[in-house]
């Protein structure tokens, strides 16, 4: 027989024990959205900062052409900073949708000089959106690049080289025609990180410049087509 004096406190008990439970539970299932990043940013010295409301994603920082798979969070808005030695900090709010992928590729600007301060600098921060269910296989191309317009050259099964014209901060879609395997990229006559094909998806390969002003390709694979936000 239990006191009457010491139900409530059970019930408490009870309650407290449930609260922790039904906690639990919403942690492992969900909803969620992802945030995914990819490093361009070649200015500045030292690691690159991911910042998430305050926190950082990994304390020891990401390197220039690091990209972070699908990082989950619940889907709300979340303010991001990216921060690295010797170049002014990017900031931008991000809306994190159930099941949805957002993804950032920060980048450095050279900001001209103007009558309040010199020239410098600056990280700024491409958001790439999904918009679509890709319907077929797709090779997408975006370029964070200092060139105004990059000539890509792409090889498919039928070993012609097929040229593709990618403009600064936008994309370029092209069909797959080959069933899996690889496909050759080239830039100038120089070979960059072929994309990985595999039997769907979109396959994205975007473009930047390393700390030696040459161009390089970062791929990855999502499964609806992205465009610029």
């Avoid at 159930?98 to 491409?126: C, H, K, M, Y």
Wanted: charged share 25%; hydrophobic share 40%; glycine share 8%.
């Amino acid at each position: 027989m239990i006191s009457k004096s010491l139900l409530p406190l059970l019930f408490r008990c009870v309650a407290l024990v449930l609260g922790s439970a039904n906690a639990q539970e919403d942690v492992n299932h969900g909803p969620y959205g992802f945030l995914r990043l990819m490093d361009a940013v070649s200015a500045g010295t030292g690691q690159l900062d991911f910042v998430i409301d305050g926190k950082p994603v990994r304390p020891e920082g990401y390197s220039l052409g690091d990209m972070t798979g699908g990082l989950a969070l619940r889907p709300k808005r979340y303010n991001v900073e990216l921060r690295r030695e010797g170049v002014k900090k990017g900031e931008t709010k991000v809306d994190i949708v159930n099941n949805g992928t957002v993804t950032l590729i920060p980048f450095a600007e050279l900001v001209p000089a103007s009558d309040e301060r010199p020239a410098q600098w600056e990280i700024r921060i491409l958001r790439l959106k999904q918009y679509d269910a890709a319907s077929k296989r797709t090779a997408t191309f975006v370029s964070v690049s200092r060139e105004p317009e990059i000539k890509v050259e792409i090889r498919q099964d039928d070993d012609k080289w097929e040229s593709l014209f990618v403009p600064r901060l936008g994309v370029v879609h092209a069909d797959i025609k080959q069933a899996r395997g690889y496909l050759p990229i080239r830039y100038k006559d120089r070979n960059l990180k072929a994309l990985s094909i595999a039997p769907s998806g979109n396959f994205v390969s975007v473009l930047y410049d390393d700390e030696n002003g040459m161009v390089q390709s970062k791929s990855f694979i999502d499964y609806k087509y992205l465009s610029p936000d």
